[in-house]
């Protein structure tokens, strides 16, 4: 492996937002998680600002169960050395007192270091209402024109397109394009991240990533658990929202884009939107809608048995939509995309289903399946049909499989979070919405919301907690192209873990 090599000395880091869940379970874990790895410069000077009043030991104890280190002891040398990187300020998010004190301290801190150009990140690990009260206090009070400005902005970009819009149009005069880095995690996981050059870095896939070759795609979501207790703030967002108008959508722009001309950020966004261009506009008849019951004996609850839901409430907690995209390379090519809550195992994985041979003595063959396992075990494997071993002279399928446990076990593989502070740190924006990216995307999903939440929509299918989800998937699956029968029919390795 190469060396580290570290960011450039005394940044600053400002997180907003830092007595938080977000900011205690990613955000400053994966600070300390570069810093760990020696991507973090030691000079570095991390701010936490938040209205709760805090110590530096109640930020510490907050933080310090999150933190990932090589031993477990609490006295771990470099979580110390962390901390010391850190101070925590306490202010408002609308008033001026907290963003004067916060600018005085990284004032003093740069000046100290007699920083000829400063170097700021600011990140919002905030929830959407206090987005542009933050946004604008920061470029009132704490932005400077001499200094290198990055930041961070968290999902969810607006509600809807004109919610989108409108926040865009509020932070378009605070802070230019390139500043803005809108953060999707997914981005930043390890095989989503390696699309691009599995894809491209390979002939005998890139020449076979099209309709000619491919029968149909699926991006599948599922989590093994329901909405626990946070179902009041979920019952307003819906599965849609939560991952497929944002993670599971850039996972379709990486696997259907066309090459771009080199790595520039730039080159590399222009060609996610053009693809998402060219989508069909999703057609409400050919979608599945589910709401989980209870599971079968009785064990679990059911979505509306959440206190913190409405009774009568229709959020979709699984969704299954058809996208088609209308251009020369995938011109009658289904892509099947699936989520949902309370299902029977949890992972989110790509399979691709190559077209079978369609005459002759290998006409029944199953069809060879590329599959990218996004999470948990990242894997990527390739199922195809050889000779069973011995006299017969029957086939199986069988695998070549890139387990990234097995085969990677003395790399550092860093967390999505991680990778993304560095990408930011960097002003690589290859692996954020660019501002017409979040536009289209909210313009091809707005009018299946609006269908959903509207008078015309029926309720959403019951469907088992601990279930596959909504009966009819497998005849929706092969309406749209899908050989399927509805079972798992592969027999996996051994060694191959969570593969079910």
Not at 445 to 466: Q, R, S, V
Request: aromatic content about 12%; hydrophobic content about 35%; charged content about 25%.
């Amino acid at each position: 492996m190469s060396a580290p090599i570290a960011f450039e000395k005394n940044t600053v880091i400002v997180v907003f937002g830092a007595s938080g869940d977000l900011a205690k379970k990613k955000t400053f874990p994966a600070l300390f998680g570069l810093f760990r790895e020696g991507y973090l410069d030691p000079s570095t000077k991390i701010f936490g600002y938040a209205r709760s009043k805090l110590t530096h030991a109640d930020l510490v104890a907050n933080i310090g169960p999150f933190l990932k280190k090589p031993h477990p002891a609490t006295d771990d040398p470099k979580a110390d050395a962390f901390f010391n990187m850190i101070t925590y300020v306490s202010g408002q998010y609308d008033t001026d007192d907290g963003y004067l004190e916060l600018r005085n301290q990284i004032t003093a801190f740069e000046d100290a270091q007699q920083m000829i150009t400063p170097h700021r990140l600011f990140y919002l690990a905030l929830p959407p209402s206090v987005f542009l009260p933050v946004a604008q206090q920061i470029k009132k009070n704490v932005y400077s024109d001499d200094a290198l400005t990055r930041v961070i902005v968290e999902k969810p970009f607006g509600h809807d397109l004109q919610s989108a819009r409108k926040l865009q149009n509020d932070l378009a005069p605070l802070f230019r394009e390139d500043e803005l880095f809108r953060i999707d995690h997914y981005l930043g996981k390890e095989l989503v991240k390696n699309l691009i050059p599995l894809r491209f870095g390979n002939k005998f896939l890139n020449s076979s990533w099209n309709k000619n070759s491919i029968q149909n795609i699926q991006i599948s979501f599922k989590e093994p658990f329901g909405t626990e207790g946070r179902g009041g703030y979920f019952d307003n967002i819906g599965i849609i929202r939560d991952v497929m108008q944002n993670h599971l959508l850039q996972i379709l722009t990486l696997l259907t884009m066309d090459r771009p001309i080199s790595f520039n950020a730039e080159d590399i966004r222009d060609e996610k939107v053009k693809v998402l261009k060219s989508i069909a506009p999703i057609d409400t008849s050919d979608v599945i809608l589910g709401q989980y019951g209870k599971s079968e004996d009785g064990a679990k609850p059911a979505y509306l048995d959440d206190d913190t839901v409405q009774k009568d409430s229709k959020c979709v907690t699984f969704a299954a939509l058809t996208f088609h995209i209308n251009n020369e390379r995938w011109d009658g090519v289904p892509i099947i995309m699936r989520a949902g809550k309370a299902l029977n195992a949890g992972k989110v994985e790509i399979r691709v289903q190559y077209k079978n041979i369609p005459t002759g003595m290998f006409n029944h063959m199953p069809n060879n399946e590329l599959v990218i396992r996004v999470q948990p075990d990242a894997a990527v494997y390739l199922k195809f049909n050889a000779k069973t071993p011995g006299l017969a002279d029957s086939t199986s399928v069988t695998d070549l499989d890139l387990t990234y446990a097995n085969r990677y076990k003395d790399f550092w593989i860093p967390e999505a979070y991680e990778v993304l502070i560095r990408d930011a740190l960097l002003g690589d924006h290859s692996n954020f919405v660019r501002d017409d990216e979040l536009d289209v995307s909210w313009k091809l999903f707005t009018p299946l919301l609006n269908y959903i939440e509207g008078p015309d929509c029926p309720a959403p299918t019951i469907y088992p907690y601990g279930s596959r989800g909504p009966t009819g998937m497998a005849e929706y699956l092969k309406k749209n192209n899908v050989d399927y029968d509805g079972t798992e029919t592969y027999t996996w390795p051994v060694t191959s873990p969570n593969t079910k």
